[in-house]
């Protein structure tokens, strides 16, 4: 035993005792440090009968001075081997170098960085056609804060400036019988074979009468037009209050014989000797002959010689003197014109006696019946419309020419300059793009050849150029149906540039596993349905051969000529030949090992939509290359945190989808994948596994993107197993507080780091996919920031998303949990689940913006509430 210390030490004894609980960020394996070392050893020299003759503690003394170095040297070995043992768990370790290692001995490979990608529009000249090659090379121009960014062409795109923008909608919808279109609130198309006509001849204020089938009584409306509009559709008339089938214009007001006529006849006088001087005066009597019979011909004014047969009259007859105010109106038409004189009221003058069909009605006073000649032809207003919505199959107007379609576009184009296209012209596999004056883009592929629809329309008459696309009606459904086009001049492209011809060095074959680093980083990698989520953009060619890369030579034989790439740390790539046991090694020559490759990748990759516009190569004809959609996809190199989350998921996988886990495992593993969450759900069809994905820094993925994803997620699953991939709903927020600083500490100062605080709590990287949003973590995420005497968060609520009706935003609140309460404890964010269709829905993230988050200063604390952090 030892023995009892006069003095009882107050240091522990070395060993310390060594324990780590789970979880720790760092191990703590130090057994001493030098003063319990220095003490333990000065101690022990009294129990120990060889040394019991040193009984100095002088710090001075040499024998002391000594115990002290090796207290050092104990101390060094101690913090150094505590350093190493963190090295060797990947939850611990800090270096670059042994996370590396450590991920290596499960087969793991950290993950480079992956490009962006996007779609570009080119725009060419007029009557010019060009072929832009793969590899077309377009910079961004930079915001703040950005640097510029390089997209080149991942395909070759046919040009031709006839697909530069084309009016797409959706299939016409012709009107039922039971319509007024004429009074519809967006107008009546007009037939753009007669539009330009239509146009110069009508203007808004014009009278116009609104006739309906059949031409019976109260079959005619007058009004007028109300407003003429140029659209991407064509001409549009607006009417004023009617109803009818068909629009005229009146021509000339035509005059009833006796319009003028009084209402009674001259006074005359007439001798009689029984009256006061002799003359007696009738002051006059109704005047005779002011009515029509029914059915008889009504008399105009004048001959008319040039009122034709088969002329339409509008009849409008106003009742006079009457308590009566509706009007009789009818539309006639004339079925013979005859010379005749008539007498009324004293004058006699020659008329046009007018026979119609229907006859007129019985007109009792011809003074008050108005006459219109009508225009012979109606106006041409089209028998349909477009709907809102976009279907699988765009309409794009025009006039029929050959066996082609005029795309005319606007009345006020000009038609000569129109381009004329052939159905054969867009063939099935072209890459086009729908865009709207809001900005909502979608990038898709004909997904058939298109046609003309009537086929057999007549040259010079309106028909359709149809065109069938892959994308889905809810691809489409944001797009705003009468302001879409289709761009025709799509190409992909991926960030990163192209380095033509590197020379990597010369083979050797007596060397083993000959190594060679690629001069330009980081080494740009494009997204495709491989366990690795993505490939090379890289070709390596050994006296002028390409050969092939593997992601290991172990499985590689003696005479196969490939090469493995490794990312180093620092993000530079390293090119890796065999040995002549696992892949070929290169044969002996100088320079004949060449790399063409593309470099650049990352988030930085994520430029806005419009910012790729500075085309890099002049290719005669290309007037305009930009970006309608923002680039999306790309990711960082895999950090430190990175390479802890994702590597174990891949020991857990093993190359296999099985489970519903093992999906999130494998997407993650592919670095394009920041988060993700994943159920096994019924659809009424089935069972599933749907898996919710975010893209990183909080980024889209596109459709395309998707479906990769699925397929790499499909190609590691049971054949008969069903994976829908989605991306997630971000799901606004919106927060109120009001902060106490300090009476010593910047207002402003506090503030600014109360809305750092709380923005950062709910950034990207700390919230979690259908995880619920605490208001305790709004308060513990201010609970730190310096110089705040209290805050209060008065507001923590949903915002309504933009089209639901108040039925639908109290089902929305219902479905999240949340009530009338303002401050609820939590906002409940969903997962993946199907509504009761079937159709799945995919979980949410709670996301705030700068303008959802108001953080207010006051100069007293304020009423204490529950929960406040004071």
């Known amino acids: 035993m030892r023995p009892r210390d006069t003095c009882p030490s107050t240091l522990p004894d070395t060993p310390l005792p060594v324990d780590n609980p789970p979880g720790l960020p760092s191990l703590r394996t130090r057994i001493g440090t030098f003063g319990s070392f220095r003490r333990t050893m000065l101690e022990r020299i009294a129990v120990r009968s060889e040394l019991a003759a040193l009984t100095t503690r002088d710090p001075d003394d040499h024998a002391v001075a000594l115990v002290e170095q090796w207290a050092v040297l104990a101390d060094v070995l101690t913090f150094y081997g505590e350093r190493y043992a963190n090295e060797a768990y990947l939850g611990t370790a800090t270096r670059d170098e042994s996370l590396h290692r450590l991920v290596r001995l499960i087969g793991y490979r950290p993950r480079p960085g992956v490009s962006a990608t996007t779609t570009l529009a080119f725009t060419l000249g007029a009557r010019t056609a060009v072929s832009v090659p793969t590899g077309f090379a377009v910079q961004s121009v930079p915001g703040p804060g950005e640097e510029p960014q390089t997209f080149e062409t991942l395909e070759d795109c046919a ?28 107008g009546v198309l007009v037939d753009p074979a007669d539009s330009p006509a239509v146009r110069d001849q009508v203007r808004p204020g014009d009278p116009v009468v609104l006739v309906t089938q059949g031409h019976g009584p109260d079959g005619a409306v007058r009004t007028v037009v109300t407003a003429v509009d140029s659209g991407p559709a064509g001409l549009r008339l607006h009417f004023g209050p009617g109803k009818g089938t068909a629009v005229f214009r009146p021509k000339r007001t035509l005059r009833v014989f006796g319009h003028d006529a009084p209402d009674t006849t001259p006074p005359t006088a007439h001798p009689d000797p029984s009256v006061p001087g002799g003359v007696r005066w009738d002051w006059g009597q109704p005047t005779p002959g002011l009515d029509v019979g029914a059915g008889r011909p009504l008399p105009l004014e004048g001959t008319h010689q040039d009122l034709a047969v088969g002329t339409w009259l509008l009849v409008v007859i106003t009742p006079r003197n009457s308590a009566k ?12 014109v005859e010379t005749d004189v008539e007498t009324i009221a004293g004058v006699t003058a020659p008329v046009a006696l007018v026979s119609t069909s229907p006859a007129f009605p019985e007109i009792p006073d011809r003074r008050c019946a108005r006459i219109t000649e009508l225009h012979g032809d109606r106006l041409p207003l089209l028998d349909y419309d477009y709907p809102a919505t976009l279907g699988s199959e765009l309409w794009i107007p025009g006039l029929a020419e050959g066996d082609a379609v005029r795309v005319v576009g606007p009345p006020d184009a000009d038609r000569s300059q129109a381009p004329v296209i052939s159905p054969a012209d867009l063939i099935e596999g072209r890459r086009v793009m729908l865009a709207d004056s809001s900005g909502h883009v979608v990038a898709t592929a004909l997904k058939h050849q298109a046609r003309r629809e009537p086929p057999d329309a007549v040259p010079g008459t309106s028909c359709h150029l149809v065109v069938p696309v892959g994308a889905s009606p809810d691809e489409t459904a944001a797009l705003d149906a009468a302001t879409t086009s289709l761009l025709g001049n799509a190409a992909a492209a991926g960030h990163g540039t192209t380095v033509p011809g590197e020379v990597l060095g010369s083979g050797d074959a007596s060397a083993t596993f000959q190594r060679f680093a690629l001069a330009k980083g980081p080494l740009t990698r494009v997204p495709a349905p491989t366990p690795e989520g993505s490939v090379p953009a890289l070709t390596v060619r050994v006296d002028g051969l390409a050969w092939t890369a593997v992601p290991e030579l172990l499985a590689a034989g003696p005479e196969d000529e490939v090469f493995a790439l490794r990312t180093e740390p620092d993000g530079s790539t390293t090119v890796q030949f065999g040995d002549s046991a696992t892949g070929a090694r290169p044969r002996t020559g100088a320079s004949n090992l060449v790399a063409v490759y593309r470099h650049g990748a990352g988030l930085a990759g994520r430029v806005r939509a419009g910012s790729l516009t500075q085309a890099l190569h002049r290719l ?17 190199q895999e950090n430190a945190t990175a390479l802890r989350e994702r590597a174990p998921g891949i020991a857990r996988v093993l190359g296999r989808a099985v489970s519903a886990a093992d999906c999130v495992d494998m997407l993650i593993a592919t670095g394009q994948v920041a988060k993700a969450s994943s159920a096994t759900l019924w659809d009424g069809r089935g069972m599933l596994i749907a898996v919710t994905v975010a893209a990183p820094a909080g980024g889209t993925f596109a459709p395309a993107s998707l479906r990769l994803l699925a397929q790499v997620v499909a190609s590691a699953s049971p054949p008969y197993r069903r994976v829908v991939v989605q991306d997630h709903v971000p799901v606004p927020v919106t927060i109120t507080a009001t902060v106490v600083p300090d009476p010593g500490a910047d207002a402003n100062s506090v503030l600014a780091a109360v809305r750092q ?7 990207f990287d700390r919230t979690a996919l259908a995880r619920p949003l605490h208001l305790s973590d709004l308060y513990l995420a201010t609970s730190d920031v310096r110089g705040v005497a209290a805050v209060n968060i008065t507001e923590l609520a949903f915002l309504r998303p933009d089209g639901l009706t108040d039925t639908e935003w109290e089902a929305y609140l219902t479905a999240h949990g949340a009530g009338t309460d303002p401050l609820p404890e939590r906002l409940r964010l969903l997962g993946v689940r199907t509504d009761p269709q079937g159709t799945v829905l995919p979980a949410e993230l709670p996301s705030l913006t700068a303008e959802d988050l108001t953080v207010t200063l006051v100069a007293a604390p304020p009423t204490p509430t529950t929960g406040g952090l004071e």
């Open 159 to 186: 040009a031709d400036w006839r697909f530069n923008s084309l009016p797409a909608f959706g299939k016409p919808v012709r009107f039922d019988k039971g319509d007024n279109p004429l009074t519809a609130p967006g």
């Open 757 to 763: 605080a709380l923005s950062h709590r709910l950034s």
């Open 325 to 336: 105010t509706e009007e009789f109106t009818q539309v006639v038409t004339v079925t013979a």
């Open 620 to 636: 005669p004809g290309v007037e305009a290359v930009v970006n309608p959609a923002a680039a999306q996809g790309g990711a960082d």
